[in-house]
Antibody
Framework: EVQLLESGGGLVQPGGSLTLSCAAS????????LSWVRQAPGKGLEWVST????????YYAASAKGHFTISRDNSMNTLYLQMNRLRAEDTAVYYC??????????????WGQGTLVTVSS | SYELTQPPSVSVSPGQTANITCSGD??????ASWYQQKPGQSPVQVIY???KRPSGIPERFSGFNSGHTATLTISGTQGMDEADYYC?????????FGGGTKLTVL
């Protein structure tokens, strides 16, 4: 059974940092592209970032570029999102999502339960 | 940047067919996925690569993508299908989601 378990969310002050983790199990982690998708309270889904199977290639939404960093550890079956210089508009539930296949352009067949990040003073 | 446009809401009577559209420039040249999200839950993929259903998704869910519009069709809509639905594609090295459609079954 595929499982994606996010952790690391919480309350952080504006300008602060957080690192989210997504522990994966139930599939060959190193064979799938992975992404972070967020959802602000009462809003729709917003793509944040995607990483290739090797971790060499990364993609970012304009809102994340320059202050978020995606990475993966294929030996630990874990996906990360380092978030710096956090702003109020980064407040959202952050989901880890598994690609349908190897390609970064694929859809997402499994999603984690999400972790809430609240940026507030 | 690329945009996907969905109607904010669609209503359907139980047992009838619901069609949810997603429009984008030459969307038919790309793959579209669809996700169902119920309140307080994570999204669930119901269609990928335009027409394919993931394992466990009922046959009443189908998809089509051509020209500038992708369509999610729910045949014999049930009360449990009431949810938000999002389309998604990939364009110019970026993932794009539609704004979402609230499906009401009444």
């Amino acid at each position: 059974e595929v499982q994606l378990l996010e952790s690391g969310g919480g309350l952080v002050q504006p300008g602060g940092s957080l690192t989210l983790s997504c522990a994966a199990s139930g599939f060959t982690f190193s064979s799938y592209a992975l992404s972070w998708v967020r959802q602000a309270p009462g809003k729709g889904l917003e793509w944040v970032s995607t990483i290739s199977v090797t971790g060499i290639t990364t993609y970012y939404a304009a809102s994340a570029k320059g202050h978020f960093t995606i990475s993966r550890d294929n030996s630990m079956n874990t996906l990360y999102l380092q978030m710096n210089r956090l702003r109020a508009e980064d407040t959202a539930v952050y989901y880890c999502a598994k690609g349908n296949d190897y390609y970064e352009s694929s859809g997402y067949d499994f999603w984690g339960q999400g972790t809430l990040v609240t940026v507030s003073s | 940047s690329y945009e996907l446009t969905q109607p904010p809401s669609v209503s359907v009577s139980p047992g009838q067919t619901a069609n949810i559209t997603c429009s984008g420039d030459k969307l038919g040249d790309k793959y579209a996925s669809w996700y169902q999200q119920k309140p307080g839950q994570s999204p669930v993929q119901v269609i990928y690569q335009d027409t394919k259903r993931p394992s466990g998704i009922p046959e009443r869910f189908s998809g089509f993508n051509s020209g500038h519009t992708a369509t999610l069709t729910i045949s014999g809509t049930q009360g449990m299908d009431e949810a938000d639905y999002y389309c998604q594609t990939w364009d110019s090295s970026a993932v794009v989601f539609g704004g979402g459609t609230k499906l009401t079954v009444l």
